[in-house]
């Protein structure tokens, strides 16, 4: 099945810097979706992103399906910004999404 | 309702009973999928339902877990003779139909299972 790496694992940030998190994976895919899973375990719809570039607020996405990656960006950053960020994909065939392991990031004041 | 619904949100069951967790769609919705999440861990797909079409058994961890959905809205999934390597936390997610591609999924806030 299709490998997806995320990374980097862990990410300490003081509030206001800015963050790139990167997710590869290994195969083709027509669905990318990133999520924000906060302290209380629910997961957050960030994007959903297979191909091109979104924004919203301090947060964009950009997905080179052609390269198989995807990058997230996070801009100023906040502690509400803390807790794990998910990249999950769906091949053609298969809808159910395969999960990377999630970069945690802790903000700190 | 809005979003996807699943109960209880807490459930705490001794070895070896068996238990039932259901998951409501978003209405609308034809696809839907369970998940589980051990404590610090990623999320490991069980099963996933489409319509009517037979579902995606292959994540199943073994025969003591089963799920059905009836009328292709509800879904529950049930754990047989429960082992305290089942305790995670179990999620359910649903898309909506393909129209124009977007498959985006959307989970509800997952039931919490501990095997005592």
């Known amino acids: 099945g299709i490998q997806v790496e995320q990374s980097p694992p862990d990410l300490i940030l003081q509030e206001g810097a800015n963050s790139t998190l990167r997710c590869n994976f290994s195969d083709s895919v027509n669905n990318l979706q990133w999520f924000h899973q906060n302290p209380w375990g629910q997961l957050i719809n960030l994007f959903y992103i297979p191909s091109g570039t979104k924004q919203n607020g301090r947060l964009s996405a950009t997905t080179v399906a052609t390269e198989r990656y995807s990058l997230l960006y996070i801009s100023s950053s906040q502690t509400t910004d803390s807790g794990v960020y998910f990249c999950?994909?769906?091949?053609?065939?298969?809808?159910?999404?395969?999960f990377g392991s999630g970069t945690r990031l802790q903000v700190q004041p | 309702g809005a979003g996807v619904s699943q109960s209880p949100s807490n459930k705490v069951t001794e070895k070896g009973k068996d238990v039932e967790l259901r998951c409501d769609p978003i209405?609308?919705?034809?696809?839907l999928y369970w998940y589980r999440q051990s404590l610090g861990q990623g999320l490991e797909f069980l099963i996933y339902f489409q319509g009517n079409s037979a579902p995606d058994k292959s994540g199943l961890p073994s025969d003591r877990f089963s799920a059905e959905r009836t009328g292709g809205s509800v879904s529950t999934l049930t754990i047989q003779r429960t082992q305290q390597e089942d305790s995670a936390v179990y999620l359910c997610?649903?898309?909506?139909?393909?129209?124009?591609?977007?498959?985006?999924?959307?989970f509800g806030q997952g039931t919490r299972l501990t095997v005592v």
């Open positions: 999950a994909v769906g091949v053609p065939g298969r809808r159910a999404l395969t």
């Open positions: 997610a649903s898309s909506p139909p393909r129209v124009g591609g977007n498959t985006e999924a959307f």
């Open positions: 209405s609308g919705h034809t696809a």
